[in-house]
């Protein structure tokens, strides 16, 4: 029993160490705020929401290890750490949005709608209703995310099946199809009803265009509008090596945010936005040599990010938690890139643009960083050691923000005190 | 003749070892060109958006046919790789030659921790033979 003492003794020296080395998660956050490691290793989990009594629910990519793909949290004890965890549904996808006891959540094709009881528990895990059905999920950006309006309209992005609609995807030398015809039936966010079951395209309309691939975006309750990301196009390097070198690459094009109204066009496939010379150029593909401009009738960026972060997850604040500065700006999770490479990665945080009046007032700044788990200031160069990618984001009740993270499958509260 | 011998044997010692070299160095820098992008510089891949090389069975498998085909033809069958998906299309190399794809897949085989067999021309013929 004696020598068992040094054993002991260390133990609690190396959980002392570990505790201290998990404060805030891990992460990285302004002044006042802290964290806790909400969920961990639920799978990989895509897009989240929270309802009123504060229950989380995330969709997964794919089904987790015992099969199910809606995962609900609950933190009944209220440590900042979800105790009742539990799942339905057996297909993959990313979109998820909470509207009173209506819960919507989607797959490749389809959205599906549930029905919550009072405990905001499902009521028909096995028999939602189907809301929309047969949209195009091809072999790449097939994942659909979404969400509703004030007046129970669904926003679903269909992204582009291609890179930049070569007539060979990602092949050198392949020129760009004119005009481009994914844009009749991806490219693009699509509008239905979020009530009506059974809606087809027909049944929906192309709300906007232009748009390579949006996961993340929001309905901003002050102007009254939706914004959306766009994960900008890859490899201009691969295919014109002549016009762009590696570290060209890396920097172009900017990672874009618009807000949109009904009928705009933001450009894709043939213009991308120069985040130095601030302007829409003509793809290489359409005849560019990175000057000739384009897209007359295009949108601009509501605001512009460093290329290739992948913004997975966009939420305006609403709540009263959080300093005054924070109110109604706009959070943004950005995945981290791959297509930097060979330079090293960048994003793998939590960007914030202060807004006011539906309008950014301000520059855009990390918020919270530190989920790659690499050492302060160390650049990511390993993209498959990254511990943590952030995807979604969600507001609670109380005005916590919840950031997902699909590699490592947890989520984490943010909450700021006094 | 006896001792010239040695030197005779040494010579094509320090032939084969420098030939086998070249094709590394040529496959790497296909690599570095073709590949790194997505498959990234240690070859692990993006999770989830481009398969790992480093690691994978079929990398450092005996189906050579199967990888030859990859890369002249690109690949997007959205079938499990060692238990994942990808999600993102990988493009295909119409233009490379028998040796250069024995070059990149000798230098993915032998790369990182794989320490499968270099790929020969012949295997690269004999592997389009079959299609």
């Not at chain 2, 006896?2 to 790497?28: C, E, H, R, W, Y």
């Amino acid at each position: 029993m004696k020598n068992l003492k040094p054993i002991f003794l260390f133990v609690v020296v190396i959980l002392a160490l570990n505790l201290n080395a998990q404060s805030n998660a891990g992460l990285k956050l302004p002044e006042g705020f802290k964290a806790t490691l909400f969920a961990d290793t639920i799978g990989s989990a895509r897009h989240i929401a929270v309802t009123k009594s504060g229950v989380v629910f995330a969709k997964l990519m794919y089904p987790n290890k015992a099969g199910k793909s809606i995962i609900r949290l609950e933190d009944a004890n209220k440590d900042g750490i979800a105790d009742k965890i539990n799942g339905w549904a057996n297909y993959g996808g990313t979109g998820i949005f909470v509207k009173g006891k209506d819960l919507y959540a989607t797959s490749d094709n389809d959205v599906y709608l549930y029905q919550l009881n009072d405990n905001d528990e499902v009521v028909n895990p096995s028999s939602p209703k189907t809301i929309v059905k047969g949209l195009i999920a091809k072999n790449q950006h097939a994942s659909k995310s979404i969400t509703l309006d004030g007046d129970n309209n669904v926003y679903v992005n269909i992204g582009a099946y291609s890179n930049a609609c070569q007539e060979k995807d990602r092949t050198a030398g392949s020129k760009g199809m004119m005009p481009c015809p994914i844009l009749d039936s991806a490219g693009g966010i699509w509008k239905f009803s979020g009530t009506k079951e059974n809606q087809v395209y027909g049944d929906g309309k192309r709300y906007a265009t232009g748009l390579r691939n949006v996961v993340g975006l929001d309905w901003n309750t002050q102007s009254n509008s939706l914004f959306v990301m766009q994960h900008g196009r890859d490899q201009l390097n691969s295919f014109y090596p002549t016009l762009y070198n590696d570290a060209q690459n890396a920097e172009l094009p900017a990672e874009t945010m618009y807000e949109l109204h009904e009928g705009d066009n933001a450009g894709w496939p043939y213009v991308y936005f120069d985040p130095y010379q601030k302007k829409k150029i003509l793809a290489p593909e359409y005849g560019g040599d990175g000057k000739k401009e384009g897209g007359e009738n295009a949108l601009n960026p509501t605001v512009f990010f460093p290329a290739h972060m992948a913004p997975n997850g966009l939420l305006f604040y609403t709540g009263d938690q959080f300093p005054a500065k924070y109110k109604n700006g706009a959070f943004i999770a950005f995945h981290g890139s791959w297509n930097r490479a060979p330079l090293p990665q960048e994003g793998y945080f939590v960007a914030f643009v202060p807004f006011k009046n539906g309008k950014p007032n301000g520059e855009w700044e990390i918020f919270a960083n530190g989920f790659s788990g690499l050492a302060d200031g160390e650049k990511v160069t390993n993209v498959r050691k990254v511990k943590s990618r952030p995807c979604g984001l969600a507001q609670g009740p109380d005005g916590s923000l919840y950031v997902s993270d699909d590699a490592r499958g947890s989520i984490f509260k943010i909450s700021y005190a006094k | 003749m006896a001792k010239q011998l040695p030197i005779l044997f040494l010579s094509v010692l320090f032939f084969t070892v420098s030939v086998n070299a070249q094709d590394l160095v040529k496959g790497k820098k296909i690599y570095e060109t073709r590949c790194l992008a997505c498959h990234q510089a240690d070859g692990g891949g993006v999770p989830n958006m481009n398969a790992p090389l480093d690691g994978s069975s079929n990398v450092v498998g005996n189906n050579i046919a199967r990888l030859v085909k990859i890369i002249k033809g690109g690949y997007s069958e959205k079938i499990a790789l060692d238990g994942y998906y990808y999600n993102n299309v990988m493009t295909a190399n119409p233009d490379l030659k028998e040796e250069d794809i024995a070059n990149v897949l000798s230098y993915v085989r032998t790369s990182w921790s794989n320490k499968a067999s270099k790929v020969t021309v012949a295997q690269v013929q004999a592997a389009q033979r079959k299609k």
